[in-house]
């Protein structure tokens, strides 16, 4: 690398393309790991919308990037600019990470695999699981694919009746029918089919919160009313990681169960992509401490709550 700056004429662009995006923290990110390892990239967040993504794409494309992060609204969008799909991308039918690998567009989803990660680094094996999902927008999606392509052995999918809900049960069948290999068995059901849902609680190993709620400005918030629905067996993950101990957290953990935030996810999605692209393991644990460390998230938390 250049004595002169880290940005030279070697220097590989990785993107994100996506809107809105000046709160994403993927730059932040990636750009930290590819300087703690040395490693001769830089991440670039670019502003675009279903309207500019052809063009974007194909401008990626000739100019050789070696990839990028797709995020909202683009994430299934991009389907169709590919070349080739990951498993998980083709059965979640989205795409949160492209790579060129010699002129081949391929696209991957992460998210799931973050999620998985994520339980994996808290000592949680997902195969033979039986798992209560709450959500099927993009994370409900991912998770529920990878989860099932990892050896989950029922998937249960709750979601409100909304524009999601068609996703829950297009998701379910996916399962079921098209996913080779897999020995999973899953369900689509509404969010008003209480005693379901309790029933589904009482008998699963993880509970997940894959919906919006527990975050701004739902947070206070939790999709699960008391700890009365739990059991202390149950590990309960949330999606959301600000407030770092959601509504849904605390209410787990006042009922004796394993209660995990979202952060693991976010984390180990951005190592899986940054390893797609360099072959590099992310210092995850360094990302963590100078992103994420503790005392940001409680002082976030704490403003959370007294604003309330
Ligand atoms: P989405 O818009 O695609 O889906 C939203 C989901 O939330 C749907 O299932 C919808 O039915 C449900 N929902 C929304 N409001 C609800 C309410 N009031 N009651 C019940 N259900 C409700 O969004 P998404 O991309 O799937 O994101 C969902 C959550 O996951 C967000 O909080 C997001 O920040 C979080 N997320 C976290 C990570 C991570 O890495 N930890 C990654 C992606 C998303």
């Known amino acids: 690398m250049s004595d002169f700056g880290r940005i030279d004429g070697k220097t590989q662009l990785i993107g994100l393309l996506a809107t809105p995006i000046k709160h994403s923290l993927s730059p932040a990110m990636h ?10 990239y830089a991440y670039m967040a670019f502003e675009v919308g279903n309207e500019q993504l052809a063009n974007v794409v194909k401008g990626f494309r000739s100019l ?47 998210d799931g695999i973050g999620y998985v990660r994520g339980l994996k680094e808290e ?9 209560t999902l709450i ?5 409900g999606t991912a998770i529920a694919i990878q989860c099932a392509i990892e050896g989950a052995s029922e998937i249960h999918i709750f979601n ?7 996703r829950a049960v297009k998701n379910a069948d996916t399962i079921n029918r098209n996913i080779p290999n897999i020995d999973c068995i899953a369900t689509a059901n509404s969010m008003d089919e209480t005693e379901k849902l309790k029933y589904y609680i009482q008998r699963s190993d993880i509970v997940t ?6 975050m701004k400005p739902l947070d206070g918030k939790s999709i699960i009313p008391d700890r009365s629905w739990l059991h ?16 849904l957290l605390e209410i787990a953990e006042s009922a004796g169960c394993k ?22 393991e992310m210092p995850v644990e360094y990302v963590k401490e100078q992103l994420f460390p503790d005392r940001l998230l409680d002082v976030k938390q704490t403003m959370i709550t007294k604003a309330k």
Not at 31 to 40: D, E
Not at 209 to 214: D, E, H, K, L, Y
Not at 265 to 280: H, P, R, S
Request: charged share 20%; proline share 2%; glycine share 12%.
């Open 123 to 131: 000592g949680i094996d997902i195969k033979g699981k039986r798992i």
């Open 160 to 166: 409100r009746i909304d524009e999601t809900f068609d």
């Open 135 to 139: 959500g099927a927008g993009g994370a």
């Open 232 to 247: 202390s067996n149950l590990i309960v993950s949330d999606v959301v990681y600000i407030p770092r101990k959601t509504r």
């Open 31 to 40: 750009n930290l790991s590819f300087q703690k390892l040395g490693l001769n």
């Open 64 to 110: 050789n990037i070696r990839g990028w992060n797709v995020s909202m609204p683009n994430k299934t969008k991009i389907l169709n600019l590919l070349d080739k799909l990951s498993p998980a991308a083709k059965f979640a039918e989205a795409v949160n990470t492209v790579v060129n690998e010699d002129g081949i567009l391929i696209g991957h989803n992460t």
């Open 259 to 280: 209660a995990i935030n979202g952060l693991g996810m976010m984390l180990w999605q951005g190592a899986e992509a940054f390893k797609i692209w360099t072959g590099q």
């Open 209 to 214: 919160n894959a919906t919006c709620v527990g």
